[in-house]
């Protein structure tokens, strides 16, 4: 064998054989701390394949001696996380909605529990800043149809709206004035023209005028004399710059014909006390909480 | 007669002796070395910054600074848990980190500035592998006594006087590596406290493994492989080449006047040869730390330690011969000495060459002049140390301890409410960065008619705020400014919200946008 490869003349090395470009690679011995170092690395594999799992089986990998699993690790922090929790969560579930928001630091764990399940269960409808969208409220405004105090918002989110599972639901119902034959499409652009007048907005004068008498025998019951909405029934505030389904005159006219009912789930039995607390608590500190 | 006087010569070959030569094998079996002691200016000046350096190590986690009733009284701390860096009157957050990088970097200029003039004074007086190994071998000496008495215990057979002995070396060597990871976890926690709790085994496991490893790396690098770490495992060696040029002052065997080497004098005298100043006693070789023969040449293994000046301006004393034979030289003088005293012709050094008849160096020598400190090379150096220093020291009086960081809501960026008016919202941060509880009043300047709540402070009304802030705090609010339908402007309008203490005046603006949407007209 040593006779295969040449000497270097220079060094007097062996050469390995291999060559370049007629570069040669001289058969140095290795380093001594590099060749420990490589045999401490061996004895450590052999000690950590026998201590953590390392070996595919048909069923899994082997479970080394050690029993470590990642899964574990993730369920261990889990739990100890919730245990770092529990003291907080404890007093939210004791606590009043009214109380939690008193306190800071009861307020400032809520509104941020609150803020990332907002993310997963609310968000789908009300968009992930709550900015809402046609016929999903914006909850960052002050105008409420079901009020907007913090046991208002509690009792919206707990129960939900118009839905049939929960007999507790906030419910109610607008006629629809114009399938319904309950008024013809004259006089619907009347009130609407009305509708618009009230709002600050640009409309047929003459037509408002119309409207008005209309809205007084029609309307007023729920939306007020003066079109202040009422949130007993969830009818919304008509003479302010807020709109659930748009202001424009053809969305009016069309909610008044044919009108549109939101359904909000009921969220307390799916996701309890305390995470619907917890989310009142965000929906309220967004800035149009009352 | 100064020749009278008997130079016992040192049986010691350099460790790296034909380590280039032909035929040598790459890896090379450690020649174990045992560094004789040495007396002398070198060595007072070494003894004196290794009780100095070693001092601040050991004792700047114990110094106390009185910071008031809301910061640790710990001189120098890195606070991890709270994110803070103490040095005596400087408190640094993490945002400030650049100080540290700056004295980084100012230590990156200072130590060229360093080599450019003297070399390696690094290696040789104040790195830390150069300051333990040195106490190291202090500890050694002080046991097993000077380089022969080591050398024959080294070679002896295990005896109970030999054992004994190393145990003892080794029993100390290891205190001393304790102490030594000891004190560096001081500088992160509350030193007397951490001592406490360290000792009944109450200290935090991640003091316990930086105290071990510490410790292992101390007694491993300063007992065990001491020159081995400068040679082989110090990238430093390679970059100072780099670093020097020909008026750098380095350790330098001036071989113009000491070749050619003379056993005994008497005896080369007596055959009529002519010689130099050295008399082969290798003492320069035998106090070596890193083993290697100075009169080689310049070499990547030499710390300039200087201990070899020393030992061979001892004996130069004593045989009545001017000092610096070895001396720090730069490389200019040493070529234009060594011209000098070779035979042009020949080439070979002839030591008559550059003494006059009384045996006085001729006045063409050139000795160390101050004035090769004053170089192009060293002014550039000293000039961005002091630049860098200026700066820091000038951004450090100056900087804000009152901050204000103001973000934008973006989702969604503007809300519009029932009345019609606008609404904005924003995270502010304010940063108390001093240790006392201060009242902010936050406010909002521009924006006409606009006005301003937080969402954590019901009670807020208007266009500012009293916010109290803990004492080296960051309190985070979030605030809404609302502006009514009549006074708005469609687009992005500019205002300012600013930051105020009544008390110390400092002021914190910063300049915020007010979006309101729609269509420009």
Redesign the interface.
Known sequence: MANLNEVDELSGVETTGHEWDGIKELNNPLPRWWLWTFYLCILFAIGYVIAYPAFPGLHGASKGLLGWSSRADIRQELSAAEQANSEIVAKIRAAKITDILANEKLRTFAVAAGASTFKVRCATCHGSGAQGSPGFPNLNDNSWLWGGKPEDILQTITHGIRDASDKDARTSQMPAFGHDKLLTSDQILAVANYVRQISKQDADTALAATGAKIFTDNCAACHGDKGEGKREVGAPQLNDAIWLYKGDLNAIIQQINNPRQGVMPAWGSRLGDVTVKELAAYIHSLGGGE | MATTTIIERQDVKAINTGAKA??A???K?RTKIFPKRADGAFRRLKWLIMLVTLAIYYITPWLRWDRGAYAPNQAVLVDMAHRRFYFFFIEIWPQEFFYVAGLLVMAGVGLFLVTSVVGRAWCGYTCPQTVWTDLFIAVERFFEGDRNARMKLDAAAWSFHKIILRVIKHATWILIAVATGGAWIFYFADAPTLLKSFITGQAPFIAYGTVAVLTATTYVFGGLMREQVCIYMCPWPRIQAAMLDEDSLVVTYNDWRGEPRSHGSKKALAQGLEIGDCVDCNACVAVCPTGIDIRDGQQLECITCALCIDACDSVMEKIGKPTGLISYSTLHDYNHNLVLAKNPTSGVIAPHRIRDASGEFISGIRHFDWRIFFRLRTLIYLGMWGLIGIAMLYMLMTRDRLQLNVLH????IS??????SI?N?YTIKLLNMVPEPRVITLSIDGLPGAQM?V??MPEVQGRSADISVDPDKLRSL?V?VTQS?QMTTVGKVPFKITAHDKQSSEQATYAAQFDVPGAKP
């Not at chain 2, 809501?409 to 969604?412: A, C, M, S, T």
């Not at chain 2, 809300?415 to 019609?420: A, E, F, R, T």
Request: avoid cysteine.
């Open positions: 032909a035929g094998p790459l890896y079996t809501d973006r989702n969604p809300v519009k409410l029932s009345d019609g609404r919202g709540a969402a954590e979030h809404f339908a």
